[in-house]
C-alpha cells in the first residue's frame, strides 16, 4: 500500500494547506463555509512529489470535467508525509461487494462497465498528457525486464495504434470504484489519467481482472478466483462494447491492446504476474508477424 486513508476529525489541526486558491487553515479540515465530510490520503514516506501534486491536479481536473470522481480540497506535508484532502465518499468499493455477494459478479461488472462508459464520453484538455507517451514510458522502463529489442519492437506497434481524446483512467478497477448510495459509483486513484483511446484502457482493465490470483496461496482458491476473474472480465467487456458511444475495435485491434497494456505492466514490479505479462508481450509480437485470427475480445 503506498498510502492510507485518514477521516478528518474536527479536532485535529492539519496544519497549513494549499488548495487552488492559495493557502488557507485547515486547523478543522474544513473550507470556511463547506460542511462536506473529508478525507485525507496520506502517502508513505519517500513518495514523489510529483506524482503527489499531479494525482492531485489530475482527480481535481476530471471531477470539474464531470467525472464520476471525489472533490479536492487541497494537499497538505504532515511530518514529512504528503496528503491530499478530498471528499469522503461513503460506500463499499465493487471489490469489497463482490468478495461479499459474489453472486452479484455480473451486476457488478456492469456497474464498473457503464462507470468506465461514462468517464471515456468526456473529451480530455488539450493540455492532457498522451496515454501513448504514458504507455510508451512504462514500456522502455528500466524497471521493466523486457530486453530492449523486445522493448522497442513494442513501442514500434504502439505507436501505429489508433489514437484517441477521451479521458482514460488508466487503471480502473474493482478496488478504486465505490459505489456511493447518494453519487452512485465514484471513480478514485486518479493518479495515470491520460487522453487517448478508450478501448486501450478497457484492455488495462481487462488485464488487470483475469490476473488477479497473484495474490492468492491456495490452489483450489486460485483456480476460483481465476473462473471469477474471467466472468467478471466478459460480462465488463459485453457490457462495456454495448453501452459505449466509441466505435468498436477493428478485428484483433483489442487483442494488441492487451498485451501491449501486459508490457507496460511489466515496470510495475508485480512480480507473480511476471512470467505471465512477457509471454503475453512475446506472443502479441509473434502474433502480428502473420495475419492474426482472434477475435477483438482477445480470445
Wanted: charged share 25%; aromatic share 6%; glycine share 10%.
Amino acid at each position: 500500500m503506498r498510502s492510507e486513508i485518514i477521516l478528518c476529525d474536527p479536532s485535529v489541526d492539519l496544519g497549513p494547506y494549499t488548495d487552488h486558491r492559495g493557502t488557507g487553515d485547515a486547523a478543522s479540515a474544513q473550507m470556511p463555509g463547506d460542511a462536506t465530510a473529508k478525507v485525507l490520503k496520506l502517502y508513505h514516506p519517500g513518495w514523489p512529489r510529483e506524482a503527489w501534486a499531479n494525482e492531485a491536479e489530475a482527480t481535481r481536473r476530471v471531477a470539474e470535467l464531470g467525472a464520476p470522481a471525489p472533490r479536492v480540497f487541497g494537499t497538505v506535508e504532515i511530518d514529512g508525509r504528503l496528503g491530499i484532502i478530498m471528499e469522503l465518499i461513503e460506500g463499499e468499493t465493487v471489490n469489497t461487494a463482490l468478495r461479499r455477494s459474489p453472486l452479484r459478479i455480473a451486476a457488478l461488472a456492469r456497474t464498473l462497465a457503464e462507470v468506465h462508459a461514462r468517464v471515456h464520453r468526456i473529451t480530455a484538455p488539450d493540455d492532457a498528457g498522451t496515454q501513448l507517451d504514458q504507455l510508451s514510458r512504462k514500456i522502455m522502463s528500466a524497471r521493466s525486464p523486457l530486453e530492449p529489442r523486445t522493448k522497442e519492437a513494442a513501442v514500434a506497434v504502439l505507436e501505429a495504434m489508433p489514437r484517441g481524446r477521451a479521458v482514460c483512467h488508466g487503471d480502473l478497477h474493482p478496488l478504486n470504484v465505490i459505489m456511493s448510495p447518494h453519487r452512485g459509483p465514484v471513480i478514485i486513484d486518479w493518479d495515470s489519467p491520460s487522453a487517448g483511446n478508450p478501448w486501450c484502457d478497457i484492455a488495462r482493465t481487462y488485464l488487470v481482472s483475469t490476473g488477479g490470483t497473484y495474490h492468492v496461496r491456495g490452489r483450489l482458491e486460485r483456480t476460483l478466483v481465476g473462473v471469477a476473474g474471467r466472468i467478471f472480465a466478459k460480462e465488463y467487456l459485453q457490457t462495456y462494447s454495448g453501452v459505449t458511444t466509441h466505435p468498436a475495435p477493428a478485428p484483433g485491434e483489442f487483442a494488441t491492446w492487451l498485451w501491449l497494456n501486459a508490457a507496460a505492466r511489466l515496470c510495475e514490479g508485480v512480480e507473480p504476474e511476471k512470467e505471465r505479462l512477457i509471454a503475453m508481450t512475446h506472443d502479441g509480437l509473434e502474433q502480428g508477424k502473420r495475419p492474426t485470427g482472434r477475435r477483438s475480445d482477445g480470445t
